[in-house]
């Protein structure tokens, strides 16, 4: 029963056809692919052939420094699922923007679920509240507050966290909205897309280092990120729903 849905994990992956040198800026370790949840309601949207997602986010879901609207990480995940899933129909919705914090999400998240009927929703949150230095307790009782709502509406969650950036490391003190991010996603029983730590080991590993990349590069890095990250947050979600299975 399993197989079909595995097989998309694999097809995730081969979608773009043969990958370049810098292949390796995709690669996932094992203990950054976050705790794998069952994603229910994805795997009815599948079998009945249309998937409505919901994002909602801050500045990074509307791709800032991409080439377009269709480089963003929410467009690439749309264009993945769908190739990955012949015959689909993804119907997306975005909302959110820059400076938009987890109170103001949950005034857009009100309006998607009564009009959107989302199967899943991604909440990227965080990174906002940790700038401005907004007290973490409120943004996790907040998001508690949504988290609970998308459930009792039927729809699966995924809670994603930061960007990883050394500018943001070295000016907020981040860990405390990392580590409220983590708890409630675990008590709401969603899983955790853990962005910041993938950021991170590839800024390490020398493959997608966007702050010091030449400002000619910047463009085409940002792209190749975005696409990176719809690739693993892609992988999270055919790995949910093989669990459902």
């Known amino acids: 029963m399993r197989m079909p849905f595995l097989r998309s994990i694999l097809l995730l992956g081969l979608l773009a056809g043969p990958l370049p040198a810098h292949a390796l800026s995709c690669d996932v370790p094992p203990e950054m692919a976050g705790a794998v949840r069952p994603l229910p309601a994805v795997a ?3 079998q009945a052939g249309v998937l409505r997602i919901l994002v909602l ?15 963003t990480w929410p467009a ?9 899933h012949p015959g689909l129909r ?4 975005v909302r959110g923007g820059r400076g938009v914090t987890v109170h ?9 679920l009564n009009v959107g009927m989302p199967n899943l929703v991604v909440w990227q949150a ?3 509240e940790a700038v401005r230095g907004l007290d973490p307790d409120d943004m996790g009782e907040a998001m508690l507050q949504g ?12 809670v994603m966290d930061q960007q990883f950036s050394r500018f943001l490391r070295a000016n907020t003190n981040i860990e405390p909205y990392r580590d409220k991010l983590r708890l409630v996603a675990a008590a709401a029983g969603a899983p955790l897309f853990q962005r910041y730590d993938l950021m991170q080991y590839w800024v390490e590993a020398s493959a997608l280092d966007l702050e010091r990349a030449p400002r000619a590069e910047r463009g085409a890095m940002t792209d190749r990120l ?12 055919a790995q949910g729903v093989a669990e459902a299975r």
């Open 126 to 128: 965080g990174t906002v």
């Open 90 to 93: 993804v119907e997306l919705t």
């Open 44 to 46: 009815r949207a599948l």
């Open 226 to 237: 975005n696409d990176c990250l719809a690739r693993a947050l892609g992988d999270l979600i």
């Open 104 to 112: 103001d999400h949950l005034a857009l998240l009100r309006e998607g």
């Open 76 to 84: 690439r995940l749309e264009s993945l699922l769908a190739a990955a």
């Open 147 to 158: 988290l609970d709502r998308i459930r009792r509406r039927g729809a699966d969650m995924i």
């Open 57 to 71: 986010g801050s500045g990074s879901i509307t791709g800032p420094g991409a080439s377009g609207p269709d480089a």
